[in-house]
C-alpha cells in the first residue's frame, strides 16, 4: 500500500475556503434583506404595483445606506453597500410612472454627487434631469408672467399674449418643454375662464399623451366637468385606465368610488373599494370610502363596521405627523401616502358621528386634533396647502358650531369660509344630514 | 480534450485542487492506496487524485459523492451572496450614492470566481464515474434505483467536467445574468 500524505496546500485551502464560506454567510446575513426587498419590487413592478414597487427599491436603499454609515464612521473613505444602476433605473421608471418625469429628476440630482452623474453609468437619469430643467424653466417663466398680476382681475390678464410667449418657448425644446408649456396653458385658460373648463381639455390632452403621468390636472378638470353636466363616463374610463396601469393608484380608485356613488352605482362602487383593499391591503383611503359609500347608500350602520378598521393606519399617520413635527426629512413615500390618506378618513369618521348625532364634543376632537392640526402643521412647515382644504376647515368649524366649543369657533372663525354651508348650519338652515347624506353646501 | 480540461481546471484551480484534497483525505479514511498526489497536475488526473478503483458499491458512491458534496456546502454560500449583490443589487465598483470605491465589490468578484470554481468541481474523474455506473448496475435489492439514478447523474456531471462543459455553462450563466442584472 502506498502512504501518501494529503498536501499542505490543499489543506489550506479548505481553511481558506471555509473561511470565505463564513464571511459569505456574514454577508447574506447583511444584505439579504435588501436583495429581498429588490426582488419584491421587481414582483410588484411586474405585477402593476408601482407605489409597492417604489417601496420595495426605497426600503432596499434606505436598509443598505444605514448599513453603510455604520461601516462608513469606521472607513470614511470607503463606499459599502448601495444600489447598483440597474436598480436605480428601475427606482427612477417607476417614480417617474407614478409621480413625474421631473420629480425623478429632482431625485437624481438630490441623491447623485454630479461627478457620478457625468459619468456615464447614469445615462438613464439625463431624461429625467432634461424634465426637470424643463420644468423648472417653464414654471419660472410663468411665474415671472404672472408676477405683476397677483392683485389683478382676471379679466385684466393679457391671455393671449401669455399664451404666445408660452408656445414661444415650446419651439424649437424638447417634447418635456412643449408638456408643461400645454400644462401652463391649461392652467392658465382655467383661472382666466374658470367657466370653461372644457377649453382647457384639449391642451391637458395633449399633455397627458406627451407625459401621461402628468394626469392629476387633466383628471381634475375632466371630475369638475362632470359634477357639472352630470356625465361621469368619460372620467371612469380614464379612472379605468389609471388603474390599469397602476393597480396602486389609489387617487385613481377613489375618483372612480365618488363617482359610482354619485351616480348612485352603489354595488360598482363598492366592488371598486374593495379592489382597492385588494391591491392596497389596510390602506386609510379604503376604510374612508366605505365609510362614505355605506352613508351615501342610506345604511349608516354599515359604516359603523369600517369606523374602526383603519386603526393601525392612523397610528402610522400620527407617527409620521411627529416626523414632520421634529421636521425628520427621511420620510418614506409610503407613510406619507398613509398621513395624506388619513385626512379622509378621519372626515368620513367624523361624518359618521356627524350623523348619529350624538356626540358633537367626540366628532370636534377628532376633527380638530386628527385632520385639522395635523394638516395645519403639514402646511406650516412644509409650505404645501393641498392637505388644509377649505372643506377640512368648513367640517372642522361646523363640529365646533354642532359642539358649542368657543374656544374652537374663536380660534376657526378667521378661517371658516363666511357663506355656504358653514353660514346655513350656522342659521338652523341645513342639518348634518343634508351637508353628509345630500352633499348640500357642497363639503361632501 | 485534456487541453480543454486542464484549461477549465486551471481557471477553477483553487477548487481543483480542494476537490483533490477532500478525494485524498477520503481514501486515506477508506485506506486505500493513493498512488499520484499531484493535485494540479497538467494532465487528465488534474483536480484529482491517482488510486486503484474501489470496490464495493457503497464505497464508490462515497467516494464519487462526498468530494463534490463538500465543495457544494461550500459553494451555495458563496455564490448566493455575491449573485444577490452583484446581479440582484447591481453593486459596482463605485457605490453610486456616495461616488467612493466600494471594497466589498472585489470581495464578490473573488467570491463569485470561488463559488463558480466548486460549483465546476462537483463531480469525479470520468474513469471513476463509469466504475460507479458499472458497479450500481450490478447491485442488487433495495439500493439499486437510487444507486442507479445517483450513478448517472454523477456520470452525467463528469461527462460535462471531462470536455470543460462545466465551466463553458458557469461563463454563459455570468454573461447572461450581468445582460439582465
Redesign the interface.
Known amino acids: 500500500?502506498?502512504r501518501?500524505?494529503?498536501?499542505w496546500?490543499?489543506?489550506v485551502?479548505?481553511l481558506?475556503?471555509?473561511a470565505?464560506?463564513?464571511?459569505?454567510?456574514c454577508?447574506?446575513v447583511v444584505?439579504?434583506p435588501?436583495?429581498r426587498d429588490?426582488?419584491a419590487g421587481d414582483a410588484f413592478s411586474a405585477s402593476k404595483r408601482l407605489y409597492d414597487a417604489y417601496d420595495a427599491y426605497d426600503t432596499?436603499g434606505r436598509y443598505?445606506?444605514q448599513r453603510?454609515a455604520v461601516y462608513g464612521e469606521k472607513f470614511p473613505?470607503?463606499?459599502?453597500?448601495?444600489?447598483?444602476?440597474?436598480?436605480?433605473e428601475k427606482t427612477l421608471d417607476v417614480y417617474a410612472r407614478t409621480e413625474s418625469a421631473a420629480d425623478a429628476g429632482g431625485i437624481a440630482s438630490e441623491?447623485?454627487?454630479s461627478?457620478?452623474l457625468k459619468s456615464g453609468?447614469?445615462g438613464f437619469t439625463n431624461t429625467y434631469l432634461e424634465a426637470k430643467t424643463a420644468f423648472d424653466q417653464v414654471t419660472s417663466a410663468f411665474s415671472d408672467m404672472m408676477s405683476g398680476y397677483e392683485e389683478a382681475a382676471r379679466g385684466d390678464i393679457p391671455y393671449d399674449d401669455f399664451i404666445g410667449e408660452l408656445e414661444l418657448m415650446a419651439a424649437g425644446k424638447n417634447v418635456y418643454h412643449a408638456a408643461y408649456v400645454e400644462y401652463y396653458k391649461a392652467t392658465l385658460m382655467q383661472y382666466v375662464y374658470p367657466e370653461e373648463l372644457e377649453k382647457s381639455l384639449p391642451m391637458l390632452e395633449k399633455m397627458t399623451e406627451l407625459l401621461p403621468e402628468e394626469y392629476p390636472l387633466y383628471m381634475q378638470t375632466l371630475a369638475a366637468l362632470a359634477v357639472s353636466s352630470g356625465d361621469w363616463d368619460r372620467f371612469l374610463e380614464e379612472s379605468d385606465k389609471l388603474i390599469s396601469l397602476n393597480l396602486n393608484n389609489i387617487k385613481a380608485y377613489q375618483g372612480k368610488a365618488e363617482a359610482l356613488i354619485a351616480l348612485e352605482r352603489f354595488d360598482e362602487a363598492a366592488e371598486a373599494c374593495e379592489e382597492l383593499n385588494t391591491y392596497n391591503p389596510g390602506c386609510p383611503a379604503y376604510y374612508a370610502a366605505m365609510i362614505k359609500l355605506k352613508i351615501k347608500s342610506g345604511d349608516t350602520q354599515g359604516a359603523r363596521q369600517f369606523y374602526d378598521g383603519g386603526e393601525t393606519a392612523m397610528a402610522t399617520a400620527q407617527n409620521v405627523f411627529s416626523q414632520y413635527l421634529a421636521q425628520s426629512k427621511d420620510i418614506s413615500r409610503a407613510d406619507r401616502s398613509v398621513f395624506f390618506q388619513s385626512i379622509d378618513f378621519v372626515i368620513a369618521k367624523t361624518a359618521f358621528l356627524m350623523l348619529m348625532d350624538d356626540d358633537w364634543s367626540l366628532a370636534y376632537d377628532m376633527m380638530y386634533n386628527d385632520a385639522f392640526y395635523p394638516a395645519y402643521y403639514y402646511a406650516y412647515l412644509t409650505g404645501d396647502r393641498s392637505l388644509l382644504a377649505q372643506r377640512l376647515i368648513d367640517l372642522t368649524y361646523i363640529c365646533a358650531i354642532g359642539s358649542n366649543n368657543e374656544e374652537g369657533l374663536e380660534e376657526l372663525k378667521s378661517l371658516a369660509q363666511a357663506s355656504g354651508a358653514v353660514t346655513l348650519f350656522e342659521k338652523g338652515e341645513l342639518t348634518a344630514e343634508e351637508i353628509i347624506i345630500d352633499g348640500k353646501g357642497g363639503l361632501f | 480534450m485534456t487541453a480543454v480540461y486542464v484549461i477549465a481546471k486551471m481557471i477553477t484551480f483553487p477548487a481543483a485542487a480542494l476537490r483533490a484534497f477532500w478525494e485524498h483525505c477520503l481514501l486515506k479514511i477508506m485506506k486505500e492506496p493513493v498512488e499520484g498526489t499531484a493535485y494540479l497536475s497538467l494532465n487528465e488526473l488534474c483536480g484529482h487524485v491517482e488510486h486503484r478503483l474501489l470496490a464495493g458499491a457503497g464505497r464508490n458512491l462515497l467516494f464519487c459523492a462526498l468530494p463534490g458534496l463538500l465543495n457544494l456546502i461550500l459553494a451555495v454560500p458563496l455564490v448566493m451572496a455575491d449573485a444577490g449583490n452583484l446581479f440582484i443589487l447591481g453593486a459596482g465598483m463605485r457605490n453610486l450614492q456616495t461616488g467612493l470605491i466600494s471594497p466589498l465589490f472585489f470581495v464578490y468578484i473573488l467570491f463569485y470566481w470561488l463559488g463558480a470554481s466548486l460549483l465546476c468541481n462537483l463531480f469525479p474523474l470520468y474513469e471513476d464515474a463509469m466504475h460507479l455506473l458499472d458497479v450500481s448496475s450490478n447491485a442488487k435489492g433495495i439500493k439499486k434505483v437510487p444507486l442507479w439514478a445517483l450513478a448517472r447523474v454523477i456520470y452525467a456531471g463528469a461527462f460535462l467536467e471531462r470536455h470543460g462543459i462545466n465551466v463553458l455553462i458557469a461563463a454563459m450563466v455570468t454573461v447572461t445574468a450581468y445582460i439582465l442584472k
Open positions: 500500500m502506498l501518501t500524505r494529503v498536501k496546500y490543499g489543506a485551502a479548505a481558506v475556503f471555509a470565505l464560506a463564513a464571511l459569505a454567510v454577508v447574506l444584505t439579504g435588501a436583495v429588490v426582488r432596499a443598505l445606506l453603510g473613505n470607503l463606499g459599502w453597500f448601495g444600489l447598483g444602476a440597474k436598480v436605480w441623491v447623485f454627487d461627478s457620478v453609468k447614469l
